[in-house]
């Protein structure tokens, strides 16, 4: 067995839990449940109704019309170099 820890706002746990014990489940279930039902259907068992917003869908029509700049590195050293740069110009207005 594992135990896992994570952090709620005590509003949500109170409000969750409530639901679970209307179940007649104590959380460990009720999240097992919930894990048991991701391996089984090989997803993420709610609604994840994600809409893009504007600036998100621009940047997808440009990568999927190959109108974006890629990077090659050599490291993960390099990679955050790359974006440390990105997030100066970035800052700096450029």
Known sequence: MTSYTFRLDA???QQAFSVFESYGLN????????????VATNSIPVQLNYQPNK???R????????????YQVNSTEEMLELMKQFSNEETNGN
């Open 59 to 70: 940047a997808m029509q440009e990568a999927l019309n190959g109108e974006i700049e890629t």
């Open 55 to 57: 600036k998100t869908i």
């Open 11 to 13: 509003e949500l746990k």
């Open 27 to 38: 959380p460990a279930q009720a999240i097992k449940m919930f894990l048991q039902q991701v």
